[in-house]
């Protein structure tokens, strides 16, 4: 009995040994290490072309090819590919979204597109997006401005504006500065909170209409259209062969010293929806959980912009999950697929799994050992995992390029929350030295595996991943060729314009009759290029 206990327990182990080095083999990269990070001839050739691929930055879902926008038919010339703009993603959400909301995006153009078009109107918008009307308002500005440049366009060279702000201005300097007309707001609780500053524009325009005033200046949506029609969006009408390129070229809004254009927003929605590995493509049963809190609530506002029309334009429903508003136990819907929060938050979120208990410690070691991510099953979740993340399929770490995770981190929440994770690097928007993006600069790939054993290897670098499929990357101003650390350069679609004094620091580097072949500088940002073919951050 004892010998065949003995025998069984031997096959067991062979079993297992055998399982080991095959997952050994399937999964397992090699890891970096210092020395690793040196390539005896250089990133790119000096007299390159703007054909030159990013062999460098490929993975599964990289191609060769940048992406460039939506890539749509051109209204009567299908062997023709357009960029598109956001009023084609408004009319994919009105077509496939259920929410009947979308639908009726139009009250503020219907307000401006009825009014005298003499005159440049600039809005200066501040809202939250993750209000109950942020978002909604967003949107009925998004096509209010580029609707009226399409009208003034066959009437007049008037160019309108939309200028992003964090708060609602106390000076009137920046009032005077970029010639703001009209001040729209998501909600106004009070109107102590204008402290008197209604008077500096022509209008102020509150979008939720249960606000009352008793000030002449100050007025709800509703009530600027109560006389008036109201203009519906019909793609058909709007965009035509006529005019697909200059909406497709426009503006989308100003924030801060970088004014975004729509082939930005296009190639971010598009670069997002590429990075999704097939078998998790968004459909209308997904559903995206975005984590907000007050400190990141300017960075939100601006890039949580082209993911959350990425979702809703696939028919997926969007919610927004205030942290410190909630208690211990974060208020996540049960129904979510997918989730999203800063790395300020992470720890916040590994509470939800127990991360702490025996058991937990116990399961992550196992599966580190097995260089498995975890044991991967969508509709089996272990009981230490809330009950809100049993249908969880990936989480998005968002953080800007001064901040460090480690792997571990990384390793710890797709274990502890049994899903797919990937780390998202951002431009701060307060480097006022560096060019800003439209969506991230770098991402990991949800399906990557590595945990470094070596610390000495994230005390000197950190993963960034691969570049976003919308952009290239390279190193320049290298001390030695042999020496892989080195300034970052970037090129492509999601490269804001930037303004003001950023853009006298710029002028060089995006002159297009230079020979720069549009590589531009990010300034703070230094690194290599491992063998993985990934860029890693450099911390000293």
């Known amino acids: 009995m004892i010998s065949f206990i003995l025998v069984i327990a031997i096959l067991v182990c062979i079993v297992l040994s055998v399982m ?21 001839s250089s990133t790119r050739h000096p007299l390159e072309s703007p054909i030159m691929s990013n062999v460098l930055s490929n993975n599964i879902q990289n191609s060769i090819n940048l992406i460039d926008g939506l890539k749509l038919r051109v209204p009567k010339k299908n062997y023709k590919f357009r960029c598109g703009n956001f009023l084609d ?36 918008f501040v809202y939250d997006i993750s209000s109950s009307n ?27 504006e939309l200028i992003l702000l964090d708060s609602i201005p106390r000076s009137r300097s920046i009032i005077d500065e970029k010639n703001i007309t009209h001040l729209v707001l998501d909600d106004l609780q009070n109107e102590f909170y204008l402290n008197g500053s209604e008077s500096w524009y ?28 109201f203009i519906p969006f019909v793609k058909e009408k709007v965009i035509t062969e006529e005019n697909y390129l200059l909406l497709d070229n426009s503006r989308l809004f100003e924030y801060k010293d970088t004014v975004f254009t729509q082939n930005n927003l ?23 959980c975005f984590l907000t809190d007050s400190f990141n609530k300017s960075f939100d506002n601006v890039q949580l912009i082209y993911k959350v029309l990425g979702v809703l334009m696939l028919g997926g429903k969007v919610n927004f999950v205030n942290i410190e508003s909630s208690d211990d136990n974060l208020e996540i819907p049960e129904t979510t697929t997918f989730l999203q929060t800063n790395s300020d938050n992470i720890n916040k979120l590994l509470s939800l799994t127990n ?65 797919r994770a990937s780390l998202e690097t951002y431009i ?27 610390k000495t290897i994230e ?61 531009v500088s990010l300034e703070g940002i230094e690194g290599c290029i491992g063998r993985d073919s990934c860029f890693w951050l450099s911390k000293c």
């Open 20 to 40: 080991a080095v095959q997952l050994y083999i399937n999964t397992h990269s090699d890891p970096i290490s210092l020395k690793f990070q040196h390539y005896e």
């Open 89 to 124: 993603i408004l009319d994919l959400i009105s077509t496939h979204n259920k929410d009947s909301a979308y639908k009726n995006i139009g009250k503020l153009y219907s307000y401006f597109g009825n009014t005298n078009g003499s005159e440049k109107i600039v809005l200066g």
């Open 134 to 160: 942020g978002l909604i308002t967003l949107m009925e500005c998004l096509r209010c401005v580029l609707e009226l440049n399409l009208k003034s366009k066959k009437e007049s060279n008037i160019v309108h």
């Open 202 to 229: 022509e209008k102020v325009i509150v979008m939720n209409e249960k606000f009352h005033s008793q000030k002449p200046n100050i007025f709800t949506i509703d009530s600027l259209i109560k006389n008036l029609k």
């Open 266 to 288: 296009v190639s971010a929605v598009s670069s997002f929806l590429t990075v999704l590995p097939q078998k998790m493509f968004i459909t209308d049963k997904d559903e995206f």
């Open 355 to 419: 991360y702490q208990e025996n058991r937990t410690k116990l399961m992550f070691r196992v599966f580190r050992s097995l260089l498995l991510e975890n044991f991967y099953f969508p509709s089996k979740k272990f009981t230490y995992v809330s009950k809100n993340l049993h249908n969880l399929k990936a989480v998005f770490i968002t953080r800007k390029e001064t901040q460090s995770i480690s792997s571990e981190i990384m390793s710890l929440l797709k274990t502890n929350l049994q899903c």
């Open 428 to 454: 701060d928007f307060s480097n006022t030295q560096s060019v800003k993006l439209f969506g991230p600069l770098f991402y990991t790939n949800l399906y990557d595996l590595r945990h470094f054993t070596e």
């Open 459 to 519: 005390q000197v670098v950190t993963l960034a991943g691969v570049i976003y499929p919308t952009l290239q990357f390279k190193i320049a101003d290298k001390s030695e060729d042999t020496d892989a650390i080195g300034k970052l350069k970037i090129r492509g679609f999601s490269i804001g314009a930037p303004i003001d004094d950023l853009k006298e620091k710029y002028k060089d580097q995006m002159d297009v009759a230079n020979e720069n072949e549009g590589w």
